[in-house]
């Protein structure tokens, strides 16, 4: 497999069921860097899950995190689309739901097409198990801080997901 050289973390806030802190791994050439912390902002999840093109929900998007779910189309594309929806960074996560330790290393397709916010790449299970929280809860949306500083929190504190091996 490729190996990832950094992660970036982010805590679920809301609701309470999935408050934990997840680890997600950047693009590798494509797309911005965090330079701004946000403490509470919205992760929703795109309709379609793989915006692959125009939103049902791209109101909601604006000035916001988006959710995405891998497959369709490329990660540059799924990037662009939530970008001109408005969306401050998109969190991809792997379609494969039962993925819980293999990080894919997402690169920038054979375009010169590029996106200038943050890409981040999410474990299937992680992915699955925020949608079900939300479903469940008939949320819209999660409330999440990103990026969180792990080395400033005692091993443990950190509250990590369960089904996740780390």
Known sequence: GLRV???LYFQVLSPGDIRY???ATPAKD???????RYDQIHLVPADPPEACGELNNGVFIQDQIALVERGGCSFV???RVIQEHGGRA????DNAYDNDSFYIE???ENSRRTADIPALFLLGRDGYMIRRSLEQHGLPWAI???PVNVTS???YEMRQPPWTFW
Do not use: C, D, L, R
Request: proline share 3%; charged share 5%; no cysteine.
């Open 21 to 23: 802190i997840f680890t």
């Open 90 to 93: 998109v969190i991809i996560a």
């Open 30 to 36: 494509f797309g911005g860097v965090f330079n701004t």
């Open 77 to 79: 594309s799924k990037t």
């Open 106 to 108: 997402m690169i920038q």
């Open 144 to 146: 999440i801080s990103i």
């Open 153 to 155: 929190i005692p091993t």
């Open 5 to 7: 050289h950094e992660y």
